[in-house]
């Protein structure tokens, strides 16, 4: 078994079902971004069965949107096995930089990154943006058979991102002419994009009639404007190829379920392995867990932009008159990227004010 980051693997339960000779094993990789509710119904389903549950995740990564934090919890109740090797990056230097992500120690990865060259401290977002994406075109034409991915925290940020790239593509006469605006939805965000043949699409919804999966992303090799509808041909990265028209595959409000793929945020990024260099948009909203998901997707390098003037607010220079300082700016840097901001179940909040309760008795 390949190890591709630091795994944690907890088991819940063990039985025999009952009439068969063999046990039963449910095994849930990614665990951690299963919300709390939902692993509480999946237990009860698999004690019902008397069966075997595993859960296989990494805690220190994103925690589920909603009520997260429970593999973490349950490691420390139950036990757990732990593999901490990591093998995902190919140089030495590169897997200890993602160790001391993971333990918060972005400092040392800070100088890591500075000192091979991929850390780039811009003047302001839409200059980080544009160096972004002019570094990744000079990547991807360098080495076309390597891969990439562009990530960045929020939605808002992927959006003016994917129009760069796109932009990129059609000078180079990649995409069809077409340029169909469309109201799509992502995570119940409302986004308008165009899309064109050779558009690179994402699914954003889980379609069991259609055999289409959220995250699954794919080519547009034909897309028909029609008197009340589009349709759209899609050749999926698997080889399959669908057909589709915008009224089949839209949510009550008529919001298509595809996006374009140049960019995606960090949170969707998690288990995606990238053979080749990765380009992430660092905000200072990101902490430890996304600055660990976001720097360690790669297996050669991970390329950092940054907003200075964001770097400045936070540490309050800007604010001052100062004159910013590369030395302060990193210190910044370095301080968001090790905020613990991981979720507490209510369970834990309960204890602790009880404890606190116990200690000033």
Known sequence: MVLLAP???????????????????????????????????????????????????????MDASTHGGSLRYLSQRQ???????IRRQREAWARTAVNDLRGGNAKAALDSFQGKG?????????????????????????????????????????????????????????????????????????LYFAFSTGERV??????????????????????????????????LDSGRTVSFYQSDYSDEQGRLQLVQAYAC?????QGATVDGDTFVLYTT???RAASYVAGSRHKDN???????????????????????TLEARLKTLARCMSINKHKAMASEYIAGQQAEQEATK
């Open 202 to 235: 994402r699914f954003t919804k889980n379609d069991y009639k259609r055999d289409f999966t959220n995250g699954v992303q794919g080519t547009i090799t034909q897309v028909l404007q029609l008197k009340d509808d589009i349709r759209y041909t899609v050749r």
């Open 265 to 269: 945020t960090i949170y969707s990024s």
């Open 79 to 85: 036990g757990c096995a732990r593999i901490n090797t």
């Open 118 to 190: 991929l850390l780039h401290i811009e003047d302001d977002s839409q200059t980080a943006r544009a160096q972004l994406v002019k570094l990744w075109q000079v990547y991807t034409e360098a080495n076309p058979d390597k891969e990439s991915m562009i990530l960045a925290q929020r939605l808002k940020d992927v959006k003016p991102l994917n129009e760069l790239v796109r932009k990129v593509y059609q000078n180079q006469g990649k995409l069809g002419t077409e340029n169909i605006m469309t109201e799509c939805v992502v995570s119940n965000q409302s």
């Open 302 to 324: 991970c390329n950092w932009f940054i907003n200075g003037q964001e770097l400045d607010a936070q540490s309050g220079q800007r604010d001052k008159g100062e004159t910013p």
């Open 285 to 287: 909203a990101m902490d």
């Open 7 to 61: 795994l944690l693997l907890c088991t819940i339960w063990l039985a025999r079902l009952p009439k068969r000779p063999y046990v039963s094993v449910i095994l849930l990789d990614e665990a951690g971004q299963l919300a709390t509710p939902d692993l509480l119904l999946l237990m009860q389903t698999a004690h019902r069965a008397v069966a075997k549950l595993v859960l296989v995740g990494e805690q220190q990564q």
